[in-house]
């Protein structure tokens, strides 16, 4: 019997340019994840109905949007709004981590100027439970209405405690091997592994490796990477409220 929060990209048959990894048939009501394989030359992709975030895990090229063009190289997300059709002229294979809102925000949120693309390196350094690190790509402030896009980086030695969410997300491993403790499976992670991890899901990552994981992460609704909590509600970090809703057991 496979898991119930996670599938490994390996495992999951091409679909033409597409691997959907996460679906609303594995129990996604959120949030689905797709790898998208462009070997060269043109690519076309419409968003639809849907908020749609993008993270170029290898490749070049230039994306054409709405009549602008934007370059692009790895490690950069990418956002895509409702109804948007977009083209990708790549450069050489790029492979690219694709991330829709099944239900997107509305105008209540207030957002700040758009931008599409926002490469890694140029993002600011967080800091969330047992040495964590992340960076944020994509949130209101830069037009993405539903929620948060982020690099996070797990460090090798003590895990995070056993903690939850209130929000919903979806996780693509990047780098690293490590361990999802959650409803008692014991999930192996390494590049390609891809996370379903439900609100308020009690569960712990656990790096077993000497080097930090490396992980792509979208959640619904908007807010911190750092917004963790211990199963009685406490935060698990000091700068982050309690859960006010209580915990969970």
Do not use: W
């Amino acid at each position: 019997m496979g898991s119930r929060y996670v599938v490994y990209t390996a495992d999951v048959t091409p679909e033409a340019q597409a691997r959907p990894v996460l679906t609303e048939s594995f129990g996604c009501a959120y949030l689905t994840q797709t790898v998208l394989t462009i070997s060269g030359g043109t690519a076309l992709f419409e968003s639809g109905q849907h908020e749609e975030l993008l993270f170029v895990l290898h490749g070049r090229g230039r994306l054409l949007l709405d009549g602008g063009e934007h370059d692009f190289g790895p490690e950069s997300g990418i956002y895509i709004g409702p109804g948007e059709t977009y083209r990708f002229d790549v450069t050489e294979p790029t492979e690219i981590v694709s991330v829709r809102v099944l239900n997107p925000a509305g105008d209540e949120v207030a957002v700040g100027d758009r931008r599409t693309v926002s490469p890694l390196d140029a993002q600011e350094i967080g800091k969330a439970t047992a040495g964590r690190e992340y960076r944020i790509l994509a949130d209101p402030s830069t037009g993405f209405r539903s929620g948060t896009h982020f690099v996070g980086d797990v460090p090798p030695g003590e895990a995070a405690p056993v903690h939850y969410h209130r929000y919903n997300e979806v996780i693509y491993i990047l780098q690293g091997n490590g361990i999802l403790h959650i409803d008692g499976e014991r999930n192996p992670l390494y590049p390609g592994a891809c996370i379903h991890l439900p609100a308020r899901t009690l569960h712990q990552v656990e790096n077993t490796g000497d080097e930090p994981m490396r992980e792509v992460a979208v959640f619904v609704p908007a807010g911190s990477p750092a917004a963790a909590y211990l199963p009685d509600g406490t935060s698990a970090y000091p700068t982050q409220p309690d859960d006010p809703q209580g915990g969970v057991r």
